[in-house]
Structure formats: structure tokens, C-alpha cells
T-cell receptor, first 113, second 114 residues
């Protein structure tokens, strides 16, 4: 089982719709969770972080975390064509004495006009 | 701030040649990460440094890969000898955070090994 798994996609939604991106993780000790966005041919950039169970909202983006289910999601409301990108879920996983950021494979999102 | 700087941006080389990728992290960031990204394997952590010291190199694929960080403002990733399967985008990222929660990525080096 991969440490961080994302719904395979690609995901296509119409402009104005809600896009829902999902991610599960295997390390129950994980405490920190992130969503990075990567436009085609560009580098990843951090858009959301969440550390506690529940929802965290930032503009049109909402991150949701359920540690019991080992599940984290990203909702994008009022999707815009400019949201078309690959979204990477990332989780801090722990070795014996240090943590490191582990990325999922990414979900490609296309928002069509 | 100029952000993370990587060079070269593109590299085309022939199998067997040595390849050196370079990275300058954001000033003040104590953590530096090297990643490789391919369609098949996604974004993989190769190695990361804390205060110029390698902390985790378990992601380095094999002995052909080596990385150094001689000072706080410079790091290299070397592949010798290079093979076609090394073709990928190599990203360098830096972070002020202990586990690298907030990572700032460079533009990447697109490597093609023929």
C-alpha cells in the first residue's frame, strides 16, 4: 500500500461547479497534511495546510481532515478554468527520528468553460 | 527574494555522461530537498539536508546518484553515469520548517538522457 494515495482522476468539472479531490494515507501517526497545486510544466506550490480534524477554509478552497478515517480532501468551490492543474496531497510521515513530506501521485483537474 | 534557483533548466545528454544539477535555496532556509518527478512514479524525494548535513538519502535510487551541500547557499545532485531511465524533472526545494511542511520549489531541471 502506498503511503499517500489520491483518487486517480483525471477529474473534469464544469466552470462554477465544486471540484472534490480526495486523499488517503497509511501512517496513523501523521499530524500534518498539505495540498500543493502544480500547473503543467511548472513546480508545485503550497495552497492549503491542515492539522486538526474538521474543515479549514481559505477563499474558494476548503480542506477537510478525518484522522480516524485517515482521509483528507480538498474542495474547490466555484471552479474556474484557472484551477485546471494537478493537485498533490502531501503528508508528513515519520521515520525513527524525523519526519518528511510524502506526496501522492496527484490528481489532474480540468475545469471546462 | 529570488526564490529557489536551479540550473540548468534543461539538460540533454547521452547515456554514460556525467550530469550535475545545481540548486541555490532561499536564504535562511535550513532545509533543502531534492525530488525527481516522472509520470510513472510521481514526485519522489531523493534526499534532504538540514544545515548542510544529509538527513535522509533513502530515496537515492542507486550509487550512480550523489548529492552534496558544501554550504548553506549551494547544493548539487550528480548522476554518473547517466542512463535513459534517469530522464525526469528534478526539483530542488527549500524550507524553513523542520519537517519541510512548507516547501518552496525551484523551477526544476528537465533532464533527457538519450
Amino acid at each position: 500500500q502506498k503511503e499517500v494515495e489520491q483518487n486517480s482522476g483525471p477529474l473534469s468539472v464544469p466552470e462554477g461547479a465544486i471540484a472534490s479531490l480526495n486523499c488517503t494515507y497509511s501512517d496513523r501517526g501523521s499530524q500534518s497534511f498539505f495540498w500543493y497545486r502544480q500547473y503543467s510544466g511548472k513546480s508545485p506550490e503550497l495552497i492549503m495546510s491542515i492539522y486538526s480534524n474538521g474543515d479549514k477554509e481559505d477563499g474558494r478552497f476548503t480542506a477537510q481532515l478525518n484522522k480516524a478515517s485517515q482521509y483528507v480532501s480538498l474542495l474547490i468551490r466555484d471552479s474556474q478554468p484557472s484551477d485546471s492543474a494537478t493537485y498533490l496531497c502531501a503528508v508528513i510521515t515519520w521515520g525513527t527520528s524525523y519526519g518528511k513530506l510524502t506526496f501522492g501521485q496527484g490528481t489532474i483537474l480540468t475545469v471546462h468553460p | 527574494d529570488a526564490g529557489v534557483i536551479q540550473s540548468p533548466r534543461h539538460e540533454v545528454t547521452e547515456m554514460g555522461q556525467e550530469v550535475t544539477l545545481r540548486c541555490k535555496p532561499i536564504s535562511g532556509h535550513d532545509y533543502l530537498f531534492w525530488y525527481r518527478q516522472t509520470m510513472m512514479r510521481g514526485l519522489e524525494l531523493l534526499i534532504y539536508f538540514n544545515n548542510n548535513v544529509p538527513i535522509d538519502d533513502s530515496g537515492m535510487p542507486e550509487d550512480r546518484f550523489s548529492a552534496k551541500m558544501p554550504n548553506a547557499s549551494f547544493s548539487t545532485l550528480k548522476i554518473q553515469p547517466s542512463e535513459p531511465r534517469d530522464s525526469a524533472v528534478y526539483f530542488c526545494a527549500s524550507s524553513p520548517d523542520p519537517q519541510g511542511e512548507t516547501q518552496y520549489f525551484g523551477p526544476g531541471t528537465r533532464l533527457l538522457v538519450l
